[in-house]
């Protein structure tokens, strides 16, 4: 599929200004390096924001307080058991029922994950949340709402270059990030995807009043979309159904990264695994435990981005193109399995060693990136 960088002159909310991100369209008449000093240059106008504290992953600084995050008390909540209609992974979630094309493209939102940004608001709509390696050993969160959009999202927080290559799954996916370093914003401007930062769309985006700058920016899914797309959005290669033959039985796993760790423990009652981070319950702002349906530890190779935080660090870049092994929880069990990704704009196959697919709990789905040993 052909895809063009264009630049255009209306923000997402109406207004008028740098329109931030790329879309899949003709092709440009013009020069492949005039396109990328004209895409750079509007980026650097349009979304980056100089003015806000350095993003290293940790985080601290003071900034303007506004009002408490409207989605607070009031976020719809995920997808339940057993309604596999509402799950995520469009048409491979059953071969026999047919899935109408997607209304529109899908939300991701980057989502801060240190202490300071707990609890988190709107975590429990997202169809999938993705936990990845940030700098100084930390973790960060990406999640994707196909199915329902709450009412507020964050807090949001910057993109990374790997965030690229996870994204290109999607079909033009709106990718809501609060800026990124300068020398990575033309990469933005270039993928298939559009961008939109706080300078892109200030209407759609708010300060909270409860946290400190950079952990208090929130986003309202409403103002960057008209509709929730549908789970035909999903183009993940997920498959949802009844689980495989065999496994392990198991009620806890934890993932641990150099700063940040993980754990997942498995509720009969609820049929969910309950999520814990850095040892205390995560839960929405509104205190809802986080507890998805299935979960995944994916091991890939994480090398050094070419890119680094304020303090020299380099910044993790988790291969999600190629292949390897994997653990997925559901059912309070443990099953060791085979992911594969040929091409960044293909989905993720999980299979049995044998190469038998793998069907995930209908409901949401967390996927942890974990370094490969």
């Not at 973790?139 to 910057?158: E, F, H, I, N």
Request: glycine residues 12%; aromatic residues 6%; hydrophobic residues 35%.
């Amino acid at each position: 599929m052909e895809r063009g960088a264009r630049v255009g002159v209306t923000t997402v909310d109406g207004g008028t200004g740098p329109r931030c991100g790329a879309r899949r369209g003709r092709p440009v008449k013009r020069s492949v390096a005039a396109l990328a000093t004209v895409v750079a240059a509007a980026l650097a106008a349009g979304c980056s924001a100089p003015s806000a504290p350095v993003d290293d992953a940790r985080g601290a600084g003071h900034g303007p307080a506004g009002h408490r995050p409207d989605g607070a008390g009031s976020a719809p909540t995920a997808p339940s058991p057993g309604r596999p209609e509402h799950s995520p992974g469009g048409a491979e979630r059953d071969p026999g029922v047919r899935t109408p094309p997607p209304a529109g493209p899908l939300l991701a939102v980057k989502i801060d994950n240190v202490r300071a940004a707990r609890p988190q608001t709107g975590l429990d709509a997202a169809d999938i949340v993705y936990v990845e390696p940030v700098e100084g050993g930390l973790s960060r969160l990406m999640a994707v709402y196909a199915t329902k959009l709450p009412k507020a999202v964050g807090p949001v927080r910057s993109a990374r270059e790997s965030d690229l290559e996870l994204l290109r799954q999607f079909d033009r996916p709106v990718l809501a990030f609060s800026g990124a370093q300068r020398k990575l914003l033309p990469l933005i401007g270039e993928a298939p995807l559009r961008a939109v930062t706080p300078d892109a769309a200030p209407g759609a985006y708010y300060r909270g009043a409860d946290g400190q700058a950079p952990h208090n920016l929130y986003v309202r899914p409403g103002r960057l979309l008209p509709s929730a797309p549908g789970a035909a959005a999903l183009t993940t290669g997920f498959r949802f159904g009844a689980a495989p033959d065999g496994g392990t039985p198991r009620t806890s796993r934890t993932v641990r990264y150099p700063a940040a760790r993980f754990t997942f423990e498995w509720s009969p009652d609820r049929r969910r695994w309950l999520v814990s981070t850095d040892g205390r319950a995560t839960t929405t702002a509104d205190g809802r435990r986080a507890a998805p349906a299935t979960v995944v530890v994916q091991y890939m190779k994480v090398r050094a981005s070419a890119y680094h935080d304020s303090l020299g660090n380099h910044t993790p870049y988790p291969e999600t193109v190629g292949a390897g092994r994997a653990e997925v929880l559901r059912d309070g069990r443990s099953y060791a399995v085979r992911w594969k990704r040929p091409t960044a704009e293909e989905g993720t196959r999980f299979t049995t060693n044998d190469g038998r697919p793998v069907a995930f709990a209908p409901g949401q789905v967390w996927v942890v990136f974990a370094k490969a040993p």
